[in-house]
RNA sequence: GGGCCCGUAGCGAAAUUGGUUAUCGCGCCUCCCUGUCACGGAGGAGACUGCCGGUUCGAGUCCGGUCGAGCCCGCCA
């Protein structure tokens, strides 16, 4: 018999059906025993004699009458005739699997990976995730953004700073990419508009709810430009995309954390960083200091204004500082000391940074001058602006920070199957 | 890198100002129960309270060290 997917159970009304799972949880009642039967579509409940040898855990297969049934959760249950235990259990789980929510230190979440991940609500976490990704390639094709995949292991930093990992590359030392910046630049002078999904990693040793060491980045790059809020909005629409692909197909694990999802508005509000910054002091009494990024209690506070005078869990942040920023920055021509680009803020989190770049080549010379950095090593990158890089701008997107804000999760630990963090090498 | 909290059965927690046999829930084992769905009921096993040292008549509780974990800040996506 073929194999039934406890998902299109229905499809086998007054049939036998042969189903594949895990055991979920038992309920024993005496006389009649209830095994919920879990695959990769769903869960059953199937009715056993009580003699029946399985335990929680076991891989089964398991033949039987489908019948439509008001009592059992789904509206469907299953006269279990014959079950076979295919790969049994031999320790206790160390977690409990069995309940409605699953209840962990995130320690213990982590440490026990490779069975926290089995629990119907962790799943759903990655389910959405896959959404997210599978959604985000289709809409970037859309807008004619060509996917490439460029190399993590890189002769130079791309972002500056010491926050890289070193690592040995035969006789030579490489470093692993902090973002694809560099070769997403060099590709629009090829393809014009182009956009990956790839790792990206950052050596700092950050102890928050909101960073790891290795994540998905969602990046994006586009030619031909006229200025920054080209940019923006194109992320605006992508997102508004994405986020209707998600609210139409991930509903049953939107609906497992009672999660009502953010509406992506026409227009995300745009407003300037040294406006905002006045806004949350004058209206929440929040104080940060000039010349640079407000704080994460600040971007909290951005986020609620966001919400309470237009309505909107988005919201861009503009004219950020020079100094803030990399080198490849473009500058805001009426004011040097601001830069032309922007950071998008969901429910208060910073998701995305985005901007125009300088693509002048003498331009950029002047400007890595400023911050001090050589340009040794970053010739291929640096060169290549002799050659007529049109005007051109783009953004990095934290793809895990997306599923943590939507699902409102604790931590971005759990939006990632095996995270890394300072110090979890393992699993 | 700076700061703040926390380590108690497999898991999640409790334990008055230091005081007798370390408590509860889930899970596990045994028994009862034909409609449960976080099933219910009865009973049981399971903890040298992270580790080392100190103070004290007496330490899960106080002190020092050590190992482990979490969070905040910085930095960022």
């Given at each position: 018999?073929?194999?039934?997917?406890?998902?299109?159970?229905?499809?086998?009304?007054?049939?036998?059906?042969?189903?594949?799972?895990?055991v979920f949880n038992i309920r024993n009642l005496g006389n009649i025993v209830f095994l919920i039967?879990?695959?990769?579509?769903?869960?059953?409940?199937?009715?056993?004699?009580?003699?029946?040898?399985?335990?929680?855990?076991?891989?089964?297969?398991?033949?039987?009458?489908?019948?439509?049934?008001?009592?059992?959760?789904?509206?469907?249950?299953?006269?279990?005739?014959?079950?076979?235990?295919?790969?049994?259990?031999?320790?206790?789980?160390?977690?409990?699997?069995?309940?409605?929510?699953?209840?962990?230190?995130?320690?213990?979440?982590?440490?026990?990976?490779?069975?926290?991940?089995?629990?119907?609500?962790?799943?759903?976490?990655?389910?959405?995730?896959?959404?997210?990704?599978?959604?985000?390639?289709?809409?970037?094709?859309?807008?004619?953004?060509?996917?490439?995949?460029?190399?993590?292991?890189?002769g130079t930093a791309t972002e500056g700073g010491a926050n890289f990992f070193k690592v040995k590359?035969?006789?030579?030392?490489?470093?692993?990419?902090?973002?694809?910046?560099?070769?997403?630049?060099?590709?629009?002078?090829?393809?014009?508009?182009?956009?990956?999904?790839?790792?990206?990693?950052?050596?700092?040793?950050?102890?928050?709810?909101?960073?790891?060491?290795?994540?998905?980045?969602?990046?994006?790059?586009?030619?031909?430009?006229?200025?920054?809020?080209?940019?923006?909005?194109?992320?605006?629409?992508?997102?508004?995309?994405?986020?209707?692909?998600?609210?139409?197909?991930?509903?049953?694990?939107?609906?497992?954390?009672?999660?009502?999802?953010?509406?992506?508005?026409?227009?995300?509000?745009?407003?300037?960083?040294?406006?905002?910054?006045?806004?949350?002091?004058?209206?929440?009494?929040?104080?940060?200091?000039?010349?640079?990024?407000?704080?994460?209690?600040?971007?909290?506070?951005?986020?609620?204004?966001?919400?309470?005078?237009?309505?909107?869990?988005?919201?861009?942040?503009?004219?950020?500082?020079?100094?803030?920023?990399?080198?490849?920055?473009?500058?805001?021509?009426?004011?040097?000391?601001?830069?032309?680009?922007?950071?998008?803020?969901?429910?208060?989190?910073?998701?995305?940074?985005?901007?125009?770049?300088?693509?002048?080549?003498?331009?950029?010379?002047?400007?890595?001058?400023?911050?001090?950095?050589?340009?040794?090593?970053?010739?291929?990158?640096?060169?290549?602006?002799?050659?007529?890089?049109?005007?051109?701008?783009?953004?990095?997107?934290?793809?895990?920070?997306?599923?943590?804000?939507?699902?409102?999760?604790?931590?971005?630990?759990?939006?990632?199957?095996?995270?890394?963090?300072?110090?979890?090498?393992?699993?």
């Open positions: 018999m073929e194999r039934a997917l406890i998902g299109k159970i229905s499809e086998y009304e007054d049939k036998q059906a042969l189903i594949k799972g895990r039967v879990q695959d990769y579509t769903g869960t059953i409940q199937v009715v056993v004699d009580k003699s029946t040898e399985v335990k929680t855990g076991d891989a089964v297969v398991i033949t039987g009458l489908v019948k439509k049934d008001a009592r059992a959760k789904s509206g469907f249950e299953i006269k279990g005739e014959k079950l076979e235990v295919v790969s049994p259990n031999i320790e206790d789980l160390p977690i409990d699997l069995s309940k409605e929510d699953i209840n962990l230190n995130l320690n213990t979440l982590l440490d026990y990976r490779p069975l926290s991940l089995r629990h119907p609500k962790v799943q759903a976490i990655f389910k959405l995730y896959d959404i997210l990704l599978k959604s985000y390639e289709k809409v970037m094709r859309e807008y004619d953004f060509t996917e490439i995949k460029t190399p993590k292991i890189l590359y035969f006789e030579k030392e490489a470093t692993l990419a902090q973002s694809p910046q560099f070769y997403k630049q060099i590709m629009v002078g090829v393809l014009e508009r182009v956009f990956e999904v790839g790792s990206v990693f950052r050596a700092e040793p950050h102890f928050t709810t909101r960073h790891v060491n290795e994540y998905i980045g969602l990046d994006a790059e586009m030619g031909y430009i006229v200025d920054f809020y080209e940019v923006a909005k194109t992320l605006n629409k992508v997102l508004q995309q994405v986020f209707a692909e998600i609210e139409k197909e991930g509903k049953p694990y939107l609906d497992l954390y009672n999660i009502e999802l953010s509406k992506v508005p026409d227009e995300i509000p745009f407003i300037k960083l040294s406006e905002i910054k006045k806004i949350i002091k004058e209206k929440y009494g929040h104080e940060v200091s000039e010349g640079t990024d407000i704080d994460p209690k600040g971007e909290e506070l951005a986020g609620k204004y966001a919400k309470e005078e237009f309505g909107s869990d988005f919201i861009f942040i503009t004219h950020y500082p020079w100094s803030d920023r990399p080198f490849y920055t473009m500058p805001d021509p009426t004011n040097p000391e601001e830069t032309c680009g922007f950071d998008l803020l969901y429910k208060g989190l910073e998701i995305a940074t985005g901007g125009q770049r300088i693509h002048k080549y003498d331009e950029l010379l002047s400007s890595m001058k400023k911050k001090g950095i050589k340009p040794k090593g970053m010739e291929f990158y640096v060169d290549t602006f002799k050659y007529a890089i049109p005007p051109h701008g783009g953004w990095g997107m934290g793809s895990e920070r997306i599923i943590k804000q939507i699902l409102n999760l604790e931590s971005i630990k759990e939006a990632i199957l095996f995270p890394r963090d300072v110090k979890r090498l393992i699993p």
